[in-house]
């Protein structure tokens, strides 16, 4: 089984900023790519940003030039700085994470965090 919680989200002004994390355990042989979406009231999920164990990195165009998703293979860790917060990234952030459990395990398990509430206000 595996688990990913996240951290770091909470209330700042129109401007500000804030860091999430999101750390994998349990059964983890390796990770593929690791992102973060969002829902806000009434909406869809979405995807903010998301970073393969390549580097390659995929960013909403609403969120390009303010956030930066960042990833500690090591820790089985992603990041993500938000900078410049608007009302509109208020919203619950999910972390993601494809998973092989074992060496023998052909394919990735898409796996989900519980969410993290991030509000922008002032």
């Known amino acids: 089984q595996v688990q990913l919680v996240e951290s770091g989200g909470g209330l700042v002004q129109p401007g500000g900023s804030l860091r999430l994390s999101c750390a994998a355990s349990?059964?983890?042989?390796?990770?593929?790519?690791m992102g973060w979406y969002r829902q806000a009231p009434g909406k869809q999920r979405e995807l903010v940003a998301t970073?393969?164990?390549?580097?390659?990195?995929n960013y909403a165009d609403s969120v390009k030039g303010r956030f930066t998703i960042s990833r500690d293979n090591a820790k089985n860790t992603v990041y993500l700085q938000m900078n410049s917060l608007k009302p509109e990234d208020t919203a619950v952030y999910y972390c993601n994470a494809g998973v092989r459990s074992t060496s023998r395990d052909r394919y990735f398990r898409n796996y989900w965090g519980q969410g993290t509430q991030v509000t922008v206000s002032s």
């Open positions: 349990g059964s983890i042989f390796d990770t593929n790519t």
């Open positions: 970073l393969s164990t390549g580097g390659t990195t």
